[in-house]
T-cell receptor
């Protein structure tokens, strides 16, 4: 199998607070994890790529100081949305690819963030 | 610029119909094309295609890639209401590389 979990599944926070989202590969080791956001009725937008033990690579237009990514082990990556604002409200999805070098990414169930 | 174009953007069919979903791509260093199904939550993996002309099949779903004409199709036969979802295709340029997604095709299967 290739199961990826995310926690929390849903979070509501006040403007100005920080929110941490965890992404775990449960039954495989993930060399690389990816973070996406998705707005309603739109496709996935890649935010950043993270490799275990190194700094994340952010896509153009994504603020690295606002969206902090840590990939401390081969099974865990975290995304912290710092000083969240209502415009950060979105569906955040992580994915992971196996260390065997295949192209397939396995997605977590997503986290719905609502910033009030 | 690398891109993926899916068509149609949406379609409505009745149970039992057969549908064909299209995906064309432009990319400098193509390695594989992937299809995902997204219902209410995150995408679930369907197929990964790397070679032209070799059909991949899983139950009522099948897919094929044409690397010369730069497109792929996803076929669903005998559609069921549970097939209603957004179908995403994406290409990869290498192992552990990012995927570039199309906008998705919204399929609605009516009873």
């Amino acid at each position: 199998g290739a199961v990826v979990s995310q926690h929390p599944s849903r979070v509501i926070c006040k403007s100005g607070t920080s929110v941490k989202i965890e992404c775990r590969s449960l039954d495989f080791q993930a060399t690389t994890m990816f973070w996406y956001r998705q707005f309603p009725k739109q496709s996935l937008m890649l935010m950043a790529t993270s490799n275990e033990g190194s700094k994340a690579t952010y896509e153009q237009g994504v603020e690295k100081d606002k969206f902090l990514i840590n990939h401390a082990s081969l099974t865990l990556s975290t995304l912290t949305v710092t000083s969240a604002h209502p415009e950060d409200s979105s569906f955040y999805i992580c994915s992971a690819s196996k260390v065997d070098g295949t192209d397939t990414q396995y997605f977590g169930p997503g986290t719905r963030l609502t910033v009030l | 610029e690398d891109k993926v174009v899916q068509s149609p953007l949406s379609l409505v069919v009745h149970e039992g119909d057969t549908v064909t979903l299209n995906c064309s791509y432009e990319v400098t260093n193509f390695r594989s094309l992937l299809w995902y199904k997204q219902e209410k939550k995150a995408p679930t993996f369907l197929f990964m295609l790397t070679s032209s002309g070799i059909e991949k099949k899983s139950g009522r779903l099948s897919s094929i890639l044409d690397k010369k004409e730069l497109f792929s199709i996803l076929n669903i036969t005998a559609t069921q209401t549970g097939d209603s979802a957004v179908y995403l295709c994406a290409f990869s340029t290498g192992a552990n590389s990012k995927l570039t997604f199309g906008k998705g095709i919204t399929l609605s299967v009516r009873p």
